[in-house]
Every structure is written in C-alpha cells, then in structure tokens.
C-alpha cells in the first residue's frame, strides 16, 4: 500500500539564537494509505508544529517529507487533502453554506458541482439545519462541525484533524467518531492530533506520541498497550508465605488479584506451581494490558527529564 | 474562479464592516450638499458669470477669469484635487484590514490548507480593494459631474478623467500599505508609516528645500538632499493631480504619472507577494 505521509528527520526550530524553540527534533513517521493514525502530545509537544510542516504554513529547517506522493506545502497535495485547524477562524456574516462555497471554490470545486458538494457535506457533519444562519450565531461544537465540513468539502483522499473534538459534547464527540470511521470506511486516510487519549485509542489503527518535539513511541494501538510478560492472576485461599515465595517477580496484590512479572513460559509455569504448592487456587490468568493513557504517561515521564 | 472568489471575499468583507456602506453614505452627502450648493443665486452667479464657464471660442463674450483659469475650471481642479486627498486618505484606512485580517491566527491556517498559490490571497484581497475604491470614486465623482452639469447647464467631461487618476493614485498608495501590511502584520502600522513617507516627501522634504534655498541662496547638494529627491520617485501617486488639472485645463498632459505609478504598484505588489509567500504563520 502507498504512504499518504511520509516525514523523515523533520526538524522545525521558532525564532533563534537564546529564544529558539525546538518544537520539532528529528520526526519520521509514515501513515499508510486508508488508515486512521493519531499524533499524540501533551500541549506543546509539536503536534500542529508538524501538521503546520506538512502544508507548507511553516518551513522546515531539515528533513523531507511527502504527502500523498508530493513534496510537503505542495498545492497538488493540497488538492487532495482537507484540514481541521485548531482555533480556526471564518468570516463571521457569512452563513455556514456561504462559508463552504469560498472554501468549495478556493478547492477548485467547479461552481455547477459545488451546491451538491455542499449539501453533502452539511449532512455528513450533521449541520444541514444550520445552513443559511450566520457563523456568528455558531455555538463552539456548531463551529467544530463546520470546521470539518470545510475540511471535506472537497472529498479529500487526506485528512488531516487539529484536535478535531474540541469543545464538542459526548454525543457530538461520537457523532465525530462515527464520521470519522465511517470517512475510513470509504478509504479515506485521517491523521488526527490529540490529547483525548481514550478517544484516539477508539478509533485510531496506528499512533505515535511525541514529545519535546521527538517521536517517543510509535505503534498500533495492540502493540503499545501489550505490557510484555505481565499477567494478572486472581488467587483465592493465598497465604502469606506464597508472597514472600514469590519474591521479585511479585509486582503487586490487590485483594485476590497478583500481578506478577515472568520473563518466560518456564517462569510463569513454576510461579504457577508455587502457587499451587501452597495451596492457592488460580481463578483465571490473563496477560495485563495497560490502557493507552497509561502507556502515555510511563513515557512522557519517562522522556520528561532529558529535554527541559 | 479562486481569483474571483477571493476579490468577492474581500468585496463581501468590505460589506460586511460597513466600509463600504460608510463610504457611500459620505460620497451620498456630498453629493446632496452639492445639489444644494449649485442651487445658490451667488455661486452659480460666481460660477458663471459674467459669461458662461466653458464658452472659450467666443471673442467678445470671455469668461471670467483668475491668473487665466476660468472659475469653473479652478472649482473643478479644487474637487479633484480634494477628492485625491481624501480618497487615497480615507480608502487606505478603510482598506488597510484586508490585507492584515486575512494573516490572522486560525484564518490564515485554514487558507494556506487550501490550492491556492500564496501570492493569489494578497493579489486577491488588493484588486478587491481597488474594485471597492473605483466604485465609490466613480459614484461620486459621477454625481458631482451630473449635479454640476444639470444645475449650471455646463458639462466639463475632462473632469472625469479624476474617476481614473483617482483610482490609480489610490491602487499606487495601497501597494505601499500592502506591502508594510503583509510586512508588519498590522494595518494600523502599515498606514502610519505610509502616511508618514507621504508627510516626508510630499510636506517635510519641500518645505526643507524651501528654507534651505532662503537661507543659502541655492539648494545645497549633499546626500541627505540626494535621498530626498530620489524618495519622490520611489512613493506611487506622484504627478497625477497635475494630470488632472491639465486634463481639465486642456493642457498638454504627459503620461508619464500614469506608468509611473502603475509600474511601481506592480512593483510593490510583487515585494508583497513575494514576501508574504515567505512567511511562516
Ligand atoms: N509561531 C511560533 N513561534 C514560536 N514558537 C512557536 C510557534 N508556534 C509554536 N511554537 C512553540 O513550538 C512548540 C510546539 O508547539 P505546537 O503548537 O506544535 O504544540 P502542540 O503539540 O500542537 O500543542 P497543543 O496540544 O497545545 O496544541 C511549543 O513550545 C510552542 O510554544
Ligand atoms: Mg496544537
């Protein structure tokens, strides 16, 4: 399958000399073609820095990229892609139709195309209703909506979202969720930034997270949340000698609940015995898995310290 | 068509914060106040006699005169000269948003996302802000040539002529406030310090040269005096009025005013793409 973006070595630094901000140091990372992938960063990590790289609003001080086969800021890519700005701002006296015609037209949407394009749009985002009153009048999630409507109006093969949830309520969020799968569905690709963790772990196929600028992790979601050789055993009838027997590869109890720690099936097995040897009786054993918040905070702890 | 959509956004917005509406209601005033004046006993009096204004193939019947101009000339010349002012003046600050509204934090992202060449958006947003300021121009400079036409039975077509050079002077100015626009970020900005090259070289640097002359007898030469001179050929706009007033004249007038400014409007909105082009947001 092709790569809808490929990034390699990109590094973007703000201003310079003592008031230089690195925000990007060295990104490479590449989405498949028709897959969701999502960007993950606390604030300030570099997520828009790298979005803002890859159309060309900010220029690169090294590295290369592609999207969709075409140089990174390249006006053929941008015929193909749409993109959600955080803080994104229209025209206040136009109406949401009107606001999507000019961006319908800027797309090069042909005008005889561009009232059913419009139509379509409003629909999938759920706005059809809101068509002819003013963007003044939007609430903050009417907004968002229309914000992604301007991204589609033009029925991308690229997505690209800037937090694309914000300020949107539950069930907007997934009504945003089930648009965005169902755009994946149709084969379209979407690289969503986020810091809604749950909400990206949802839908996303692939993420990478980054932080200071650096790419600290990248993965599918299966992947990165796998704790390798971790288990989570429930034990009744323990007693407190099992405990000092199992010594180091004990990593936790909580009630019933062991965690404990095998490097190896030959160690799960003979902690298994020991158990048993001292009369505990397993209920069930299953591998751990942490959630992706989990995964997130460990690293960005973790990376936390090298950086500021 | 993205062209066209982005003049029509730039028209839409100058609707929108009433700039044009504004604009119109002033230029409706004037117009009124006009019809009202032409009405006077003492100035179509003033204006007309003793003989017709235009009448100049008539021997025995010579109009009116100042240091050889006709009073209805010399009125024509002072609403032209007057209307330059004002219009290159009132449309810069009214025109001046549009090209720093389209750089601002959540619009500019959006537009940038979009396949559009960088320099269209500036390109875009200046040929709609000359389109808004030709149609006001025209409207009022239009109605002031009925008014008078109709009121004193005398029609000077050559003022007309202002509807163009007007224009052109203003399309020259605004380069200059788009270029510091796109530069700055802030049209407040771009104004004060096109405003302030203007004082320079159109007030300050003659008026230096006046007194320089008074007390030294001659112009001096020296590098501050070389600037000076060479500015006034750098700043768009320079020459037009006179085109006017020799229009109205029926003086021999030289184009040259006009590819002047033309020349270096384009050459400062080519700076301006250029630059804007260049820009990280
Ligand atoms: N125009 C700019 N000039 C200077 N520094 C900037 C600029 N834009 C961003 N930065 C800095 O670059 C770094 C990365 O910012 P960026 O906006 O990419 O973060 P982010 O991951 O999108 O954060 P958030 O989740 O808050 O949106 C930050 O330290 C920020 O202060
Ligand atoms: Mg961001």
Redesign the interface.
């Known amino acids: 399958m092709d790569l809808a973006i490929a990034s390699n070595n990109i590094v973007k630094t703000y201003g310079r000399g003592s008031k230089a901000v690195h925000a990007l140091r060295g990104v490479s990372l590449s989405v498949q073609e028709g897959e969701i992938y999502g960007l993950l960063g606390k604030n300030g990590a570099g997520k828009t820095t790298f979005i803002?790289c890859m159309?060309?609003?900010?220029?690169l001080n090294s590295g290369e990229g592609s999207l969709l086969g075409y140089p990174f800021g390249s006006?053929?890519a941008?015929?193909q892609?749409?993109?959600l700005?955080e803080?994104?701002?229209?025209?206040?006296?136009?109406t949401g139709e009107q606001t999507l015609a000019?961006?319908g037209?800027?797309?090069?949407i042909?005008?005889a195309a561009l009232g059913e394009r419009i139509d379509r749009t409003l629909k999938i985002v759920g706005m059809a209703e809101w068509r002819t009153t003013k963007v003044r009048k939007y609430s903050k999630g009417m907004m968002q909506r229309l914000g992604l409507a301007?991204a589609l109006i033009n029925d991308p093969k690229l997505i690209?979202l800037d937090e694309p949830t914000d300020g949107v309520d539950p069930v907007g969020r997934k009504e945003i969720r089930e648009v965005l799968i169902r755009l994946k569905n149709e084969g379209k690709t979407i690289f969503l930034n986020s810091h809604l963790l749950s909400e990206v772990e949802r839908i996303s196929d692939r993420v990478a997270i980054m932080d200071h600028g650096t790419i600290v992790k990248q993965g599918s979601i299966d992947a990165l949340t796998r704790t390798d050789h971790v288990y989570e055993l429930t034990v009744t009838n323990t007693r407190p000698e099992l405990l000092t027997a199992l010594g180091s590869s004990l990593l936790r109890t909580n009630g019933s609940l062991l965690e404990i720690s095998c490097e190896t099936p030959e160690m799960l097995n003979s902690v298994m015995d020991t158990i048993r040897a001292s009369g505990g009786v397993i209920e069930s054993m299953v591998p751990k898995k942490s959630s992706l918040e989990d995964v997130f905070v460990d690293l960005i702890k973790g990376s936390a310290v090298t950086h500021d | 068509m993205k062209f066209l959509a982005i003049i029509e956004a730039t028209v839409r917005e100058g609707i929108a914060r009433k700039t044009i509406l504004g604009m119109f209601i002033v230029s409706t005033i004037t117009i009124l106040l006009a019809i009202f004046l032409f009405q006077l006993n003492a100035i179509q009096h003033g204006l007309l006699s003793p003989a017709t204004g235009h009448v100049r193939t008539g021997q025995n019947q010579q109009p009116m005169q100042l240091l050889g101009v006709t009073v209805l000339d010399m009125m024509w010349m002072g609403v032209s000269a007057f209307l330059l002012l004002i219009s290159i003046f009132v449309g810069s600050f009214v025109t001046a948003g549009f090209v720093t509204s389209l750089m601002e934090k959540g619009t500019i992202d959006l537009l940038l996302s979009k396949p559009v060449e960088r320099w269209l958006y500036i390109a875009g947003r200046y040929v709609g802000a000359v389109l808004i300021i030709l149609a006001e121009v025209a409207y009022l400079v239009l109605g002031l040539w009925l008014v008078a036409g109709i009121s004193l039975g005398s029609w000077s077509p050559n003022f007309l002529i202002s509807i163009f050079a007007i224009t052109l002077a203003f399309a020259g100015v605004y380069s200059l406030v788009t270029l510091f626009g796109v530069l700055t970020r802030s049209s407040w900005f771009a104004i004060i310090i096109v405003l302030a090259l203007y004082i320079l070289v159109g007030f300050i640097i003659p008026l230096a040269r006046f007194i320089d002359r008074l007390l030294n007898g001659a112009p001096t030469e020296g590098v501050l005096s070389t600037i000076a001179s060479g500015l006034q050929y750098i700043m768009p706009a320079r020459g037009l009025n006179t085109l006017i007033s020799h229009t109205i004249l029926l003086q021999p007038v030289t184009i040259t005013p006009i590819f002047i400014t033309a020349g270096l409007s384009v050459l400062y909105l080519a700076i301006s793409c250029f630059a804007f082009s260049k820009k990280e947001f």
């Open positions: 803002k159309l060309g609003i900010v220029f006006v053929h941008k015929e892609l749409g993109y700005p803080n994104h701002r229209y025209p206040l006296y136009l000019y961006f037209k800027l797309s090069g042909p005008k301007q690209l």
